[in-house]
Nanobody
Framework: QVQVVESGGGLVQPGGSLRLSCAAS????????MGWYRQTPGKQRELVADVTGGGNTNYADSVKGRFTISRDIAKNTVYLQMSGLKPEDTAVYYC?????????WGQGTQVTVSS
């Protein structure tokens, strides 16, 4: 079993930056994929970025060049550095751990981009 806990959300002005953190309860090297997803009311949860146990990263087209996913293996933590934030980035951001055969989700952290 894996527990993941997100932190770092908040209110930021357009063009600003935030860093989200996802702390896992076990070594992230043993987790196939760690990812960040986001969801707005009435819409499906969508992938923002993910990173494999081997360190390969993947980004949604809408965030490429603005967001960076990284990890600190010693701290069992995955980060999402968000820059150039836009109002359309407003959402609840969720951390997801894919450790087959199970998928684990955090409780989410709200990110609001508004002036």
């Amino acid at each position: 079993q894996v527990q993941v806990v997100e932190s770092g959300g908040g209110l930021v002005q357009p063009g600003g930056s935030l860093r989200l953190s996802c702390a896992a309860s076990r070594s992230i090297l043993g987790i196939r994929v760690m990812g960040w997803y986001r969801q707005t009311p009435g819409k499906q949860r969508e992938l923002v970025a993910d990173v494999t146990g081997g360190g390969n990263t993947n980004y949604a087209d809408s965030v490429k060049g603005r967001f960076t996913i990284s990890r600190d293996i010693a701290k069992n933590t995955v980060y999402l550095q968000m820059s150039g934030l836009k109002p359309e980035d407003t959402a609840v951001y969720y951390c997801r751990a894919n450790k087959p055969p199970f998928i684990y989700w955090g409780q989410g952290t709200q990110v609001t981009v508004s002036s």
